[in-house]
């Protein structure tokens, strides 16, 4: 039918998470909980600054990024990440990739372990939700004066 796009694929087998400098801790689909992988970033990509007859634009060099990792704890990367947390934190750069192939990674940039969501030994719940803050940087253009 003519005017009808393809609506695409999203495969909840292709979202991962993988760490530059922890590779250990990359996350495929086998380690997760059925809430996968979500990303939120937080503040704005660009301000329009009022004037006196108009506005001024102020793009934003990054925005702050949570992830959250939904991981199955009944299997070794639950742990693995339990054991970085009471290493070191910090987790450097990681690349987030979608369920979908038309959509871009979203490459973060000094990745932090901010903590653990409340976990339920009740034998009913397997989720260990990792959270984890990261930069994410925006408005590449605006570096190109510098």
């Given amino acids: 039918m003519a005017g009808q796009l393809s609506q695409g694929t999203i495969n909840v087998l292709r979202g991962s998470v993988v760490f530059a400098d922890n590779p250990s801790l990359n996350v495929i689909n086998s380690f997760l909980t059925k809430e996968g992988i979500s990303i939120a970033t937080e503040g704005e990509v660009n301000r329009l600054l009022p004037t006196m007859t108009g506005g001024v634009q102020s793009p934003m060099p990054y925005q702050m990024a ?29 690349n987030a990739i979608a369920d979908t192939d038309s959509l871009s990674d979203y490459q973060l940039e000094a990745g932090v372990i901010q903590g653990v969501d409340e976990l339920t030994f009740d034998g009913n719940t397997p989720a260990f939700v990792v959270r984890i803050s990261a930069i994410y940087y925006i408005n590449s253009t605006m570096w190109a004066g510098t």
């Fill in 66 to 94: 949570q992830v959250r990792i939904h991981l199955n704890r009944a299997n070794g990367l639950a742990d693995l990440f339990k054991q970085q947390i009471e290493l070191d934190s910090n987790i450097g750069s990681m």
